[in-house]
């Protein structure tokens, strides 16, 4: 080989290399973004599953309670904050005893 063609195929190498760092950092960025994004839609999963319990419990509260929405909401944000709980987990647990009595469990414990 000519030195010409020598440096031609050193810099078209050296090209290529470069290249495909930049393809490899391309899709590094992109794997971070699809990660971010995964997460990003199971946490909107949870939160509109959560929103689906606390609103049945408005419900249940409402109906045993004789209550509006907006007291039902009141009765659970007071009964998380002296738990020291979760709101989605007190709406939890008022709908899993309708579900199992026909009516909420008030109580810190479940049962």
Known sequence: MEPLEDAEASLE???DRERLDELEAEALLR???IAELVREVDGL???RASAAEIEQAKGVLMHSMGIGPDA?????VVASQRENTKLRDV???IVAAQERTGGPDL???GG
């Open 45 to 47: 999963k949870a939160a």
């Open 72 to 76: 039902a909401f009141a009765v659970l």
């Open 13 to 15: 190498l050296s090209s």
């Open 107 to 109: 109580s810190r414990d």
């Open 91 to 93: 709406a939890a647990r």
């Open 31 to 33: 794997d971070a973004r």
